[in-house]
């Protein structure tokens, strides 16, 4: 509690006029006795701890209320000031407290505001950093969402444009990495046809050339004077310069076809008058034969295609029937429509073709029955020609076994 005391004015007149004077003496003395240490032995522990020329403040213990004071007392000893020390010290304490966990309410608010504000400033450079990641392992999909035109956004922008030019660049690269793979794959394929091209031809002229040899010496020699052996050794000149001539020719077209050289002219072209035109120019051969030819004319069927490379697909697949035939004799030319192509199949009778040479009848030269072949003058190219051919107009063709037979087909389209 504070209370203020001028005992000077306490004995004045206008301030003691509802008092008689004993009262006003023993009031006084009262007042003196309780504030004055010195004459009061129940106020103990007095300690100065300031002390001017004008007033002095000091602490002390009253025993009587068991509490510290605090006095301010001027020069004239006369007390200003008291307060209760210990309502001081609580209140101190309460403050402390109070100060205290407003300070730690204010620590932890300040670090979840700082955490709040340093998880939305570093997001952005997080998800920077993410996408650099991806790009170091040349994923270029994901794209940094431009929020702000400040240095984070500028840094989004140039994150975005180095992305898609190392995405351009990098396919460029694959692409021109492919092309030049194919470049060599090609090098190495013409390479390695014109080796089998050699080899295959040499090999094939090899016996042609040995007989041409070996009649031509014998001419020369007069081996047979009469003129019916001489007239043989030349048929049999004429006749094997021809395979070989035929021979090369084929093996020119197909290299040509190979290698894309050949020129491909696509036209519109009815397939039936197409197939009757072969079979009319085949028949002597079937009739030499004894060939039974089944073939059903239909009405006019116009593909797309290359009408005089289908042409010879046509002529191989029918020489190859007629070639490969056996005693029954019967061969069947059909035309299957679909929906959008046509199929054309020539079957003949005869010995299947083994299911493991089945795939390997297109290759160059390859012959299933080699004795055979060279009794027709058969040079095994003419199905390598055919598959050439399909495969330069990009469609299909193929053989399969039948119950007394084989069946070669290819398939046309019928809009272009």
């Known amino acids: 509690f504070l209370i203020y005391i001028f005992t000077n004015y306490l004995s004045s007149s206008y301030m003691i006029d509802d008092y008689d004077k004993k009262d006003t003496q ?21 300690k100065d701890i300031k002390s001017t020329s004008e007033y ?17 007392v001027n020069e004239s000893k006369t007390i200003i000031l008291r307060t209760n020390f210990e309502m001081m010290k609580e209140s101190t304490n309460v403050s402390n407290k109070f100060l205290a966990y407003i300070g730690m309410l ?6 979840f505001v700082t955490f709040i504000i340093s998880k939305e400033f570093t997001r952005p450079i997080l998800e920077l950093a993410t996408i650099a990641e991806k790009m170091s392992c040349l994923n270029f999909e994901e794209k940094y969402l431009v929020k702000s035109n400040d240095e984070i956004g500028q840094l989004g922008n140039s994150i975005n444009n180095l992305s898609s030019r190392l995405e351009s660049t990098i396919s460029e690269l694959k692409q021109a990495n492919n092309e030049l793979l194919t470049d060599i794959n090609n090098k190495n394929k013409i390479d390695q046809m014109r080796q089998e091209f050699l080899s295959n031809v040499s090999h094939e002229l090899k016996t042609p050339i040995s007989l041409i040899q ?53 036209e519109r072209f009815d397939v039936v008058d197409l197939i009757k035109s072969v079979l009319d120019s085949t028949r002597i051969l ?24 289908i042409e010879d697909v046509i002529i191989n697949y029918i020489n190859n029937a007629i070639n490969h035939v056996d005693y029954s004799g019967i061969i069947e030319v059909k035309v299957i429509e679909m929906q959008d192509i046509i199929r054309v199949a020539v079957f003949n009778t005869g010995e299947n073709i083994p299911e493991e040479d089945i795939d390997k009848i297109w290759d160059k030269f390859y012959k299933v029955d080699k004795s055979r072949t060279r009794e027709y003058g058969g040079s095994g190219i003419g199905l390598s020609i055919v ?10 063709c193929g053989a399969i076994n039948r119950k007394v037979g084989v069946e070669f087909w290819f398939e046309l389209d019928k809009n272009i």
Not at 56 to 72: A, E, I, M, P, W
Not at 106 to 111: K, L, S, Y
Not at 217 to 233: A, Q, T, V
Request: net charge negative.
């Open 56 to 72: 002095t403040v000091y602490t002390l213990f009253d025993s009587r209320v068991q509490s510290n004071y605090l006095d301010l």
């Open 214 to 266: 070996g009649y031509a010496e014998g001419l020369k020699e007069n081996i047979n004077d009469d003129p019916e052996g001489r007239e043989f050794y030349c048929e049999v000149i004429i006749d094997e310069s021809h395979k070989m001539n035929e021979l090369v020719k084929k093996l020119l077209s197909l290299n040509q076809i190979e290698f894309g050289n050949a020129q491909i002219n696509i």
């Open 26 to 46: 023993q009031i006084n003395s009262l007042i003196k006795e309780y504030w004055y240490s010195g004459s009061n032995p129940e106020l103990e522990n007095k």
């Open 106 to 111: 204010a620590i932890g608010f300040g670090v």
């Open 387 to 396: 598959k050439a051919i399909m495969n330069s107009l990009n469609h299909d």
């Open 286 to 309: 079937m009739e030499q034969k004894k060939v039974l030819l089944h073939y059903e004319e239909k009405q006019p069927i116009y593909v797309w295609s290359d009408k005089y490379l």
